[in-house]
């Protein structure tokens, strides 16, 4: 029996062997799930759902609800006591990986590849950017900074004005260069640039692991 903790490792590897340039992120909150894995390519975001043989279907639904909120494309890594049904609760657009343990280790195999996603939604993937990293493409765009409007309001302008093949782009852009050991620092500066009477407030960070190209970045725990 394979559990989560078996599949991730040999799954990073197998993800970097077939897809090439990635960014890794791990255990990112989507609407009420979270995802085990979202995987950044070139304007192009996945979200990955694994399924070990210890897991069950009982999430599952609610999990390909928020999956299609937020990601391009997205697929199910499904042990092999899954193997044979789990086609049948996931979307037809959803790509399968199945996973076992042979004689020379742990074998992937695609059962499915991924479709386009037809339920995303560009408001909640772009939602999941911070905030400096959409000035970011404000300023590579040549858009206002609306520095005292919400980031929905941003969001809103960007779809507006910024071409969706053009803005899937910056989207993988920034993910790919976001720096989880500057995460504090980076909020704390954008709020100062943005509003001086927080200069003497601290933020919360998240733990978040990330790999990116091959490379592990250490686990960052904070609170």
Known sequence: MLYDKDIREPLFDFLEETYGKIRIIEEKQVGKSRADIVMVLPGLLTGIEIKSDADTYVRLSRQVKDYDRFFDRNMVVAGSSHAVHVREHVPEWWGIITVEQTDLGIDFYVLREPRENPQMNWKRKLSLLWRPELVHIQELTCM???????????????????PKEQLSALVSDELFERDYTRIEEIIREFKIQNRPELKDQTGKKKRIRSRIKGRRKSTIKTR
């Open 144 to 162: 206002p900074r609306y520095k005292e409007k919400s980031k929905a309001f941003v969001i809103d302008k960007m779809l507006l004005k910024i």
